[in-house]
């Protein structure tokens, strides 16, 4: 069995998702298994170890942030460290080498971004497999001073074949032959075939009414809330799952809020069921973030995204892309959520025609392409 190391990071919940289903599809074959980068290998630079004198390491405070929805201290974040990162590599190859002299990987997979250029050096003077997996449709922060050359043992597997992503990677002048479409991270049960009726009776769900899905995220947000409150107003009789992630304070507060008759709830907890609970949904209203974007695209399910407040850097391609291929709206004023959703819950034939042009849409599956790529970055130490 080879062994397969793959970087990771509890930022948001999209990293460990993703490296998760990785393991879960390579189990069989490799030994994989995840480390988080920032937390495990170089917390000496982390500078919020520093500054909070280990209260606090970077991706608490990165979700900390994101609870709130300061995107700005979020973008400044990922700015400082796109700048900082080619000044102080030589700190984190002399963190990463002895690292992965003890490992002794026959791969490394990354799905975090900023530090991939570090990562690809190391990998080089190495002499080991590196392969990028990005958990974003924007890559640019995945490629960023990646620089890589022409007998690199290095690959990038993009997330869909639209003309706008391949773009970025062009940009990035990764070459063409360490580039292709594997499809999106996710786990599996969002490539498994669904019973509705069967998943609507386990979560005591009504089958006369339509469902709104409600999720900002693995660590939840303090903006369910105010949706909750906003719809609630609305006139139109529907059910409500609010996905709390593990923000699990909101729950009390979200139960106190008084509800019409014809305006019904299921409060759900940190799951790992994301896949079943957007099958059994009409509409998704989520936060812009790649991976529960992704989500709702494998699921064809028409999207809401939340841009209530300043988007993060790479998910502004993400709304720009559900707007290009019609796959859903963006909200930009939270006063405007009760119109928009007794719009799309007025007339079905819009949500069926944004449903046609999701189904439409080619994606890759990717429990099937990831094993061919990893086998074909393994067959370059033969």
Not at 70 to 96: E, M, Y
Not at 291 to 312: G, H
Request: aromatic share 10%; glycine share 4%.
């Amino acid at each position: 069995m080879a062994k397969v190391l793959i970087f990771t990071s509890h930022g948001g919940g999209g990293h460990i998702s993703a490296s998760n289903a990785i393991i879960e599809y390579l189990k069989d074959e490799h030994q994989a298994y995840s480390v988080a980068l920032f937390r495990d290998v170089l917390p000496p630079m982390d500078p919020f170890r520093i500054m909070t004198f280990n209260t606090m390491d970077c991706e608490e405070a990165y979700n900390f942030f994101l609870r709130r929805k300061w995107s700005r201290a979020i973008n400044l974040l990922c700015l400082s460290g796109l700048w900082s990162i080619p000044f102080v590599k030589w700190k984190v190859k002399k963190l990463l080498i002895p690292f992965l002299q003890k490992e002794n990987p026959d791969l490394i997979i990354s799905v975090i971004p900023i530090v991939n250029g570090v990562l690809n050096e190391v990998a080089r003077s190495m002499n080991i497999p590196f392969l990028i997996i990005p958990t974003d449709l924007d890559t640019s922060t995945f490629i960023h001073n990646v620089h890589p050359k022409t007998n690199d043992k290095f690959f990038v597997g993009l997330p869909f074949n639209d003309p706008a992503i391949w773009k970025i990677a062009d940009k990035a002048c990764v070459y063409k032959n360490q580039i292709d479409v594997s499809g999106f991270p996710l786990r599996p049960s969002f490539f498994e075939p669904k019973n509705i009726e069967a998943l609507k009776e386990e979560f005591h769900l009504p089958k006369n009414k339509p469902i709104i899905f409600l999720l900002m995220g693995a660590v939840g947000s303090e903006a369910l809330y105010r949706y909750v409150q906003e719809l609630k107003e609305i006139k139109t009789p529907f059910h409500l799952i609010v996905c709390l992630g593990r923000n699990e304070e909101l729950r009390m507060r979200i139960n106190e809020i008084p509800l019409p008759p014809h305006v019904t709830l299921s409060l759900i907890g940190f799951t790992e069921r994301i896949a079943d609970l957007m099958a059994v949904s009409d509409l998704c209203i989520t936060k812009a973030g790649s991976v529960s974007v992704a989500e709702s695209i494998y699921m064809n399910k028409p999207t809401l995204l939340d841009c209530t407040a300043k988007s993060l850097m790479w998910e502004d391609f993400n709304i720009h892309f559900i707007r290009e291929h019609k796959f859903g709206l963006s909200l930009c004023k939270l006063k405007n959520l009760k119109s928009v959703v007794s719009d799309f819950l007025a007339h079905p034939s819009k949500a069926k025609e944004i449903e046609k042009n999701l189904a439409n849409f080619p994606k890759q599956n990717f429990s099937r392409t990831i094993t061919d790529v990893v086998n074909k970055m393994l067959s370059f130490n033969k």
